[in-house]
Structure formats: structure tokens, C-alpha cells
């Protein structure tokens, strides 16, 4: 069992019955965002749906956007301990790293590919992402606490790969990881194409290899 | 001076004010989902803005989506009018074609991170790009109107870029597109970090030589 929060004074039970308000509003809160979307989506709204007080999530959150950021930041850890539970305990911290650079991106990817088209993530991530796209206060929480985490993994698995000679000396990782990622969310959020597994193998061929003939280091 | 729409039976001067009256709704549509975001603007808004009554617009236009999709081609066509006073007449329908693959994708890429940054675009491609990430109807005709025909022009320069032997064969020209627009897109939409000029021609040198050590094909 997961032991709670150890620093509160309240009693257990007290503690249990927070958790179990936690969970309701975060329940509410997407359920909500993905019936009505972000604009329509009120505290109002969650407190009656989850059946709490409005005075409860007033205590705990700001606005109905930081509820809505941490019920989707829960969310996002559920899917990534669900993915670790394909993996070895040990690098449930980072990207796989097996040694074979193409191989790992694919699997990451493809991994990417199945969430995002995975209804229980699809729904929330548009209405948030859709939302930070015009209010960019909410975006830049969104891209600090959930996106640039993510983007660093794939950064670290870079630069260990860069270290190994898989990577191009004088190639910045961080920009590297953009052209992993932006086409598959590019497509994804404006649905030019389907987003298969398919797909996923061919940005990581192309990025790793470029569209350049290959030897035209040479003729250059 | 353009000829107005040859077609209409119209006298010249009720041509005038049908034209006048279109140019006053484009650009009330285009303040006020700037203003006040895509969700309370209102054909009703809009025509009150604009100075013409509610029925001239639903004569014209079934829905306040497809007013405001038209005010926004309308605008992007601008743009591509404003971009090519600068190139030669004979290139104006496509992406120039200098014979060098790289300069040319960096002078487009370039100009399309101007064209970002500019307020009078930034607003409503941002308001409209994300009611079309929640709304997958209204997404779809964003795509089939604006973006497809414009991903093509990227096509059908790297075709040519192929059968010049500047792009590898088997490269599929619609997958690479991704590649340059797809994290140029994902960095606007999610402001990760700052749109440059340097940014774009770093993207170019990615996508064309990949991020692998270019000898990579030897030791495969």
C-alpha cells in the first residue's frame, strides 16, 4: 500500500477521505474538459460532479486551470506507470537504452503513438493542448511541468547516444528531439494523417538518416 | 484593379458594396476571434462589428466557422500575395527552385518563422488552429483548405528535389514535409522556445543529413 502523505497531521482517515475528494476532482475535472471542453469547464461544475463543496477545491487549487493541470499531470502518470510496467524496474526513470539508438526511438515512439490514440488521454490532451495554444500563461505551466520533462528524456537518451557515436558531433539534442517529436504531434493534432506504428518507424529512419542522399558528405 | 467576381449578375455598384460589405466581415471576424477567442464569437458579433445585419452573413455563409475560415484565407492569401512581391513573378505558385535544395528550404522555412511572428497572423492561426484541435470537423477543413494545399507546394519541391538526386530515393516527399513544418509548428504552437532564423536553418541541416554520424551507412 501506498503509504499517504507523510508530512500531514491529519488523522488516517482524514487523510483517506482527502484522497478520495482528490480522486473525484480529478475524475470530474476530465470528464468534464472532455464533454465541454476547456472554455465551458467550470469549478462549479467539477465540485457538483465530484461531490464535493466548491470551498474544497478552492482549498486545494487557484483556478479551475491549476485543477485541471494537476488532474491531467495525474493522468499522465498513470499512463507512464502503466508503460513501465512493460520495462525493466530499473530504467523506468529514462528512455530504454539498450545501445541500439534507432531501436529505442521506434519503441518510444510507437509507446507515444498508442497514448496518444489512446481515448482515455486523447480527449483532455486536446482541450489542454488547444487551450495553452491560445492562453499562453496556461501553456507555458503546461509545457514547464509536463512537455519539457518529457522532451528531457530524449534529450539524455541524445546526449548518451551522442557519447557512444551515434549522434553527429556538433548536433544540439535538444534541437534533435524536435524533429522526433513535432511531426508526430503535428499530425496528430491537426489529423493529416493516421498516426501508426508505421509512421513512428519512419520519422525515426528519416531523422536518424536525413533525406539527403548519404553520401552527400562527399560531393559536398 | 481586380475584376470583381465576373460571374455575378450584379450591377457594378451592388458588386461594390457586396465587396465592401465581404471586406468589413472578414475583418470584424478576424478582431474578434483575436479579442475575445473562437468560442464567443458570434455571427451575431461579428455582423453587428462589421456594420451589416445577421442575414447578410447567412446568405453568404452557413455557420460562424465557415465565416471566419474564409476571413482566414482570405488573410493567408495576403501573406503569400505580400511574400511573393518579393520573389520572381514566374515562381509565385510554388516554392522557389534555385537548384539548391537546402538554400531553398531555408528561404522558405525562414519566411514562414516571419509570417509565425507577425501579430496580424499570430492571433487567428492561433485561434483558429485550436478550435480545430477540439473540434475535428472544423480541424478537417482547416487541413483540406489551408494546410494540405500548402504542405504540397513542400511536396512537389522535394519531387523535384528527388528526381535531381538531391533527395534519397525511397524518401517519401509527404513524410519529410513533416519533418521541416512539423517542429517549426510544434515550437509556435507550444512556444517551447523562441522561433528564429537560425532555428529554421538548423531544421533544414537536420532533416536533409539526419542526426547520425554521416558514415553511418558503412559501418550498417
Redesign the interface.
Known amino acids: 500500500m501506498p503509504e499517504p502523505q507523510a508530512a500531514s497531521p491529519r488523522t488516517p482517515d482524514a487523510t483517506r477521505r482527502s484522497e478520495r475528494s482528490r480522486r473525484a476532482i480529478y475524475d470530474a475535472a476530465l470528464a468534464l474538459v472532455t464533454e465541454v471542453?476547456y472554455?465551458?469547464t467550470t469549478v462549479e461544475g467539477i465540485a457538483s460532479r465530484a461531490g464535493v463543496g466548491k470551498q474544497t477545491i478552492y482549498r486545494w487549487w487557484p483556478s479551475k486551470s491549476a485543477v485541471l493541470l494537476d488532474a491531467y499531470l495525474d493522468l499522465a502518470g498513470q499512463a507512464a506507470a502503466e508503460a513501465q510496467d512493460g520495462q525493466d524496474g530499473a530504467e523506468a526513470a529514462g528512455l530504454p537504452d539498450t545501445g541500439d539508438?534507432a531501436a529505442d526511438l521506434r519503441a518510444v515512439l510507437r509507446a507515444t503513438v498508442d497514448e496518444l490514440n489512446d481515448p482515455r488521454f486523447e480527449a483532455p490532451t486536446?482541450?489542454l493542448?488547444?487551450?495553452?495554444?491560445?492562453d499562453?500563461e496556461l501553456?507555458?505551466r503546461?509545457?514547464e511541468r509536463l512537455?519539457?520533462p518529457q522532451?528531457q528524456l530524449y534529450v539524455d537518451r541524445?546526449t548518451a547516444a551522442r557519447e557512444a557515436?551515434?549522434?553527429?558531433d556538433g548536433?544540439?539534442p535538444?534541437?534533435?528531439v524536435?524533429?522526433l517529436?513535432?511531426?508526430?504531434?503535428?499530425?496528430w493534432?491537426?489529423?493529416?494523417?493516421p498516426l501508426t506504428h508505421a509512421?513512428a518507424d519512419?520519422?525515426v529512419e528519416?531523422?536518424?538518416?536525413?533525406?539527403?542522399?548519404?553520401?552527400?558528405?562527399e560531393g559536398a
Not at 181 to 187: C, D, E, Y
Not at 206 to 217: E, T, W
Request: aromatic share 6%; net charge positive.
Open positions: 471542453g472554455a465551458r539508438l486536446r482541450a493542448t488547444a487551450e495553452g495554444v491560445v499562453g501553456g507555458a503546461f509545457v512537455l519539457e522532451l541524445l557515436g551515434q549522434v553527429r548536433v544540439d535538444r534541437v534533435a524536435e524533429l517529436v513535432g511531426p508526430l504531434t503535428h499530425r493534432l491537426l489529423r493529416t494523417r509512421y519512419e520519422l528519416y531523422a536518424l538518416h536525413g533525406i539527403a542522399p548519404r553520401q552527400a558528405v
